[in-house]
């Protein structure tokens, strides 16, 4: 076992400050903005998460994958810092500033599209994805829209209507935006080839919806909420092909799989299919709010002039920051270290996996991955009270863990590529202290 080098534990945990202030949010926020974890964050540097009670964390949740160059990089910081004392807002489509369009630039350089590519920038992931699909239906001047099960694209109306897990996202939240159709996404754990899922989705042409109506077919390269469900290569591929023929905008909604998690600067890259848009957000701006759409010239250039736009299109101070991360992925080496520590921990979690049953599936791409917990590996029923009794038990020896899947019984890392080796080490020492904890 690692000699704990980087966690460290002072108090219970949560501890006396933790529980105070956990006891102050009940009073003062509102209940359905529930917390996974009981203790509060004082300060955050790389990998680890100190808490107000002076207990040391590794965080393997990255702000839910939006701190791919960590907590506090300090160049990150420092490029903020300076903007913020230049000005930190002016509205862009009012006063423009240089920031903006050197961010765009910047990413044209990296998105995998050929010919001219310009973006356009917003704040969360769920504005990447509906603005998306407005330049989809401004182009195309068709309606519909397709998403696939397990799909997680947001929580405002349109973005809403396209994911799909319904407890606790849409249950009771209804009524949906109308035109939005689903079909199923390849599952291989589950019985659900990528021809399957190909010949449900031109299925759909016949028995659903006109093909000639559909603007956008909106894709995860991998699913991130839905449970780290790869898109195989001859799906997305497929996909591609419908999307021509039909005259569709293919949308990837890189929003969880951008900026180096998978091994590559985007997960599309995986499949060497060239999308039409690509949504992003999260990693973008180290967990400054921050999102974009980038793509096609001629498509993002379709709606009318001010048929795009809110008082918050592109933050200065957070464009700042994702300038300073774009240098620190290459400096660092981000992308390449994705894949190392990826490799690290799938080899840990398929041994986790012959010793334990309970673990149906390893799964994922570079260092997004995750295990699938189940009942019993022949049914393959989901065990979610299983998933959260292991990240409860993590969270007690110091580790931080989220769950994801539609079923809620997978456990993701989201953890910054800048870990230390040793801290990793560390940390899934912990994780597998937790797994015998609660499996043995
Ligand atoms: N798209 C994907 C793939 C996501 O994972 C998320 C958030 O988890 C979103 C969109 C929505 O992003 P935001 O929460 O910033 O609105």
């Given amino acids: 076992m690692a000699v704990t080098r980087t966690i460290e534990l002072k108090t219970e945990i949560p501890g006396p400050r933790s529980r105070e202030i956990g006891e102050r949010i009940a009073r003062a926020v509102a209940k359905p903005l529930a917390l996974t974890f009981p203790i509060v964050a004082e300060s955050g540097r790389g990998a680890t998460l100190t808490d107000v009670d002076g207990n ?9 994958g939006s701190l791919n160059v960590g907590h506090s990089h300090p160049d990150v910081v420092a490029a903020a810092h300076e903007q913020l004392d230049r000005f930190s807002h002016t509205d862009f489509t009012i006063v423009p500033y240089e920031l903006y369009v050197a961010l765009a630039e910047r990413l044209a350089e990296r998105v995998p599209i050929g010919g001219p590519v310009k973006a356009a920038f917003f704040n969360a992931g769920t504005e990447a994805v509906e603005n998306a699909v407005k330049f989809a239906r401004a182009y195309t001047g068709r309606p519909a829209v397709i998403a696939f099960e397990g799909a997680f ?134 967990g400054l709010p921050l999102s974009g759409v980038l793509g096609k010239a001629e498509i993002m250039d379709a709606p009318v002039a ?80 299983l998933a959260n009794r292991v990240t409860e038990a993590a969270l007690q020896r110091g580790l931080l863990l989220i769950t994801c899947g539609v079923y809620g019984n997978c456990i993701r890392v989201l953890v910054p590529l800048v870990i230390a080796d040793a801290e990793l080490e560390e940390a899934l020492g912990a994780w597998e202290e937790a797994l015998e904890a609660v499996l043995a």
Avoid at 214 to 232: D, H, S, T
Wanted: proline share 5%; aromatic share 8%.
């Fill in 306 to 385: 001010g048929g795009v736009g809110g008082t918050y299109v592109g933050n200065p101070v957070a464009q700042a920051a994702a300038l300073a991360v774009l240098d620190v992925i290459d400096d660092e080496g981000l992308v390449e270290r994705s894949n190392t520590i990826g490799e690290i921990i799938r080899a840990r979690m398929l041994a986790w996996q012959e010793r334990w049953p309970a673990i149906g599936d390893v799964r994922g791409l570079g260092s997004m991955l995750a295990i699938e917990l189940v009942a019993d590996p022949a049914t393959a029923k989901p065990a979610k009270a």
């Fill in 153 to 286: 694209h947001g929580r405002t109306l349109l973005s809403l209507s396209l994911t799909s897990k319904v407890h606790p996202y849409k249950a009771g939240l209804g009524p949906f935006a109308p035109e939005v159709y689903r079909v199923p996404f390849p599952n291989a754990y589950r019985g659900i080839s990528a021809a399957d899922a190909l010949a449900a989705l031109e299925r759909t042409f016949t028995t659903t919806v006109a093909a000639e109506t559909v603007a956008a077919i909106v894709l995860e390269p991998v699913q991130g909420e839905g449970g780290f469900i790869v898109a195989p290569r001859e799906f997305v591929a497929g996909v591609r092909k419908v999307c021509d023929k039909h005259g569709i905008v293919f949308v990837a909604d890189e929003v969880q799989t951008g900026f180096g998690r998978t091994g590559r600067f985007f997960a599309i890259e995986h499949s060497g299919v060239e999308p039409d848009l690509i949504c992003v957000a999260k990693s973008i701006a180290n």
């Fill in 56 to 64: 040391t964390f590794i965080d393997f949740t990255g702000g839910v």
